[in-house]
T-cell receptor
Framework: EAQVTQNPRYLITVTGKKLTVTCSQN?????MSWYRQDPGLGLRQIYY???????DKGDVPEGYKVSRKEKRNFPLILESPSPNQTSLYFC??????????????FGDGTRLSIL | GIQVEQSPPDLILQEGANSTLRCNFS?????LQWFHQNPWGQLINLFY???GTKQNGRLSATTVATERYSLLYISSSQTTDSGVYFC????????????FGKGTRLHILP
């Protein structure tokens, strides 16, 4: 089954304790992306990756890191989490064709609470 | 960057009613998608529609790229249609970012 898998689904942690949210897709998609969703603000792109070893900042990259060492995986790293990073996070992937980004497929989300 | 505005922000309808949701964007776009976020938070693809009209059951969408808007039509609403509807665009510029609107929250009353 084609899917995007995020882990964990829920996490409560404390300020300053490094954490990683994993994202994996099995569709051989080139484009992968992380979003955060906050009430009243919709979804905002954090980082995206056009392919292996190619990553770029989205609209809200501060406080986050990513890596793309393999095509299927795109982990999101919070080196020193702070309470303002409490949010619902989504990973997505899509093909990148000649006409641009193709339909995105989303993971089920990770609800992150930083105390 | 591209600005995406959705309207209305909230909509409450009786079951069986029809609705039209709008997505305006400020610049030319390479693609446009409509999503439904269900009450469990999952984002479900509805349409990939950079231009033209598509239909899927009770839902249809039209994008008029030259006039920079897209419409999502829901006919004969059911309570399972409740949730938030987002449009997302990918522009023709070179930064490859995807921009979401803030969504329309739809509540269908039984």
């Amino acid at each position: 089954e084609a899917q995007v898998t995020q882990n964990p689904r829920y996490l409560i942690t404390v300020t300053g304790k490094k954490l990683t949210v994993t994202c994996s897709q099995n569709m051989n998609h080139e484009y992968m992306s992380w979003y955060r969703q906050d009430p009243g603000l919709g979804l905002r792109q954090i980082y995206y990756s056009m392919n292996v070893e190619v990553t770029d900042k989205g609209d809200v990259p501060e406080g986050y890191k990513v890596s793309r060492k393999e095509k299927r995986n795109f982990p999101l790293i919070l080196e020193s989490p702070s309470p303002n990073q409490t949010s619902l996070y989504f990973c997505a992937s899509s093909l990148r064709g000649g006409t641009g980004i193709q339909p995105q497929h989303f993971g089920d989300g990770t609800r992150l609470s930083i105390l | 960057g591209i600005q995406v505005e959705q309207s209305p922000p909230d909509l409450i309808l009786q079951e069986g009613a029809n609705s039209t949701l709008r997505c305006n964007f400020s610049d030319s776009v390479n693609n446009l998608q409509w999503f439904h976020q269900n009450p469990w938070g999952q984002l479900i693809n509805l349409f990939y529609i950079p231009s033209g009209t598509k239909q899927n059951g009770r839902l249809s969408a039209t994008t008029v790229a030259t006039e920079r808007y897209s419409l999502l039509y829901i006919s004969s609403s059911q309570t399972t249609d409740s949730g938030v509807y987002f449009c997302a665009v990918f522009g023709w510029n070179r930064d490859d970012k995807i921009i979401f609107g803030k969504g329309t929250r739809l509540h269908i009353l039984p």
